[in-house]
């Protein structure tokens, strides 16, 4: 069993900054893309942006240059630092991590979101 527990959201005005983070912990033998998606209310799921294990990056057109994903392999944590943060910016946050619970076996795990909102 795995679990991605995601950390740091809260309330924040506009051209503040968060930090998220994202722990993985369980029965992992290694983890493939971790990424960060977002869902607004009355909206989809969109990618936010998206870390590989050798850390090459994906970030979406709306966030590029304003947010900023890392990832710590030694510690199966992901971080996303935001700033210059929008009110557009507010939604729930999610992890997602790609992993390898052996060498055939691959799950995708999500965590429970924590909320991000941007207001004043």
């Known amino acids: 069993q795995v679990q991605l527990v995601e950390s740091g959201g809260g309330l924040v005005q506009p051209g503040g900054s968060l930090r998220l983070s994202c722990a993985a912990s369980?029965?992992?033998?290694?983890?493939?893309?971790m990424g960060w998606y977002r869902q607004a209310p009355g909206k989809e799921r969109e990618s936010v942006a998206i870390i590989a294990r050798g850390g090459s990056t994906n970030y979406a057109i709306n966030v590029k240059d304003r947010f900023t994903i890392s990832r710590d392999n030694a510690k199966n944590m992901a971080y996303l630092q935001m700033n210059s943060l929008k009110p557009e910016d507010t939604a729930v946050y999610y992890c997602?991590?790609?992993?390898?619970?052996?060498?055939?076996?691959?799950?995708?795990?999500w965590g429970q979101g924590t909320q991000v909102t941007v207001s004043s």
């Open positions: 997602h991590a790609a992993v390898a619970l052996n060498h055939l076996i691959n799950y995708d795990y």
């Open positions: 369980g029965s992992i033998f290694s983890i493939n893309a």
